[in-house]
């Protein structure tokens, strides 16, 4: 699904982002990004819309290069940015989520179709018209899922989901990250703090330094995380199960 | 800084919010015509209409005086300048300076017609999504040669996206401010710096992001037309902004 070749992305200011990066990852997999602030997974998600531009290397998505059609790229990868409050675009909900696929320049009746599905699989169905800054911090994160959904994203990559939300905030994105998996997408999600994600993500990809220093399964790669400066979780410091979020 | 919530569009089912933009576009036009024109009648018709507007949409009124406490202070003053410098019978006089009955009344007549375009342009805003008003600005322009009517309604709808935005931060950052002390601080020229960079930054920090976040989903500036449907409501509204703008002509 995602194929990323040496891959090194150097800023305007001489930054170091991202250096020799190689990583794929297959259709329907769910794949945890973890590392400290500053190690460039933000950096890393930005090249799979071709936000940004490789200056070495290059990211395909089903075979084909990103930069060759930024449109597909941006229909096929759906993001979901750390900062909710400055993804909305719309001022009611059904508007915001309405943006990506006017964008696509679908017909005004495909896409409140759309709009209604993807409204109703995040449970924001009867929100439609309410001003979305109104809504719950978990809420504007569903709202933000929808706008990917009514897309027909088949990746999706949420940056930092869980930042900024509270207990029942992070159970909602949760819930609804793994009803998105059982679904078939693929699914990246990012974050400095590795427990909540800790008993369903299948595969930890874990950064530092703008490199990929470790990837494997969970089980593998939890016991040397701390060398990254991320933290372990305390069940497994006590040798204990991880529990989800969500019970 | 005043809080301008009230002038921000409001979800909502009347006939107003679900009337056609162009129409409500063309009308608004023709009522600030009819307005500037200072007619007493027709002003006394356009307010008719545009109260029954405002209580069919409801606006809440204790926010609306509260955030217009700035406009009314602005009215006060054109007011008194008017009163004071125009001649005429004197009401009452303070050393040079005369309060004419002339003035009172063409001062009163001004703020009068502000306050009524001020109402006209609420009940706009209040009504009408931002989706809507760029397709509508597109399709007024549309006649005018050699202008790229797309680019300019986008340049419309990000102003219109952006300016809330602003307000917002800036509130915050006074808030901020403040909290550390520089209300005790005497220099105006501090205060202003002391807000006006760090708003500047953060202003510029969340309009990338917001840019990043369109982009993402596919962003280019074109997008599926927006479909008008006009009804005899909408003729209606149309027909009667008409009568007004033209009643000089015929009474
Ligand atoms: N626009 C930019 N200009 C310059 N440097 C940047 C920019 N964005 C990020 N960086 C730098 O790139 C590195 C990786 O950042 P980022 O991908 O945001 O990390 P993460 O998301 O893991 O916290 C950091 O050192 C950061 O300071
Ligand atoms: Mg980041």
Redesign the interface.
Known sequence: MIEIRRLSHRFGDGTQGLINVDLRIAAGEFVAIVGANGSGKTTLLRHLNGLLQPTEGEVRLKGESVSRNLKRARQIVGMVFQDADSQIVGETVFDDVAFGPENLCLPTETVQARVTTALRSVGLADKGHLRPHLLSGGEKRRLAVAGVLAMQSEVIAFDEPFSNLDYPGVGQVLAQMLALRDTGATILVTTHDIEKLLPHAERVVVMAGGRIRADGPATDILPHLETYAVRVPCATRLGLEPQSWLT | MADLSVF????GLSGLHEGDARFKLLTLLLLTVTISTGRLWSLFAVNALLVTGLFLIRVPLPTLLKEMRYFGAFLLLVWLVRALGTPGRIVVSFGPLALTLEGAGQGGLICWQMVTVLMAGLLFTRTT???ELRAATAWMLKPIPFLNTHQAALMLGLLV?FIPLILTQAKEIRQAQQARGLENRRSPFLRLTAIAFPLLRATLI?SD??A?????????G???PF?FVAQTRDWMLLGLATLLASSHLWG
Do not use: E, F, Q
Not at chain 2, 8 to 11: F, L, N, R, S, V
Not at chain 2, 212 to 219: D, E, I, K, S
């Open positions: 921000t569009y409001t979800p999504r931002m989706v996206r969340k992001r917001i990043t976040a369109m982009a993402a989903r596919g962003y280019t074109r997008s599926t479909n």
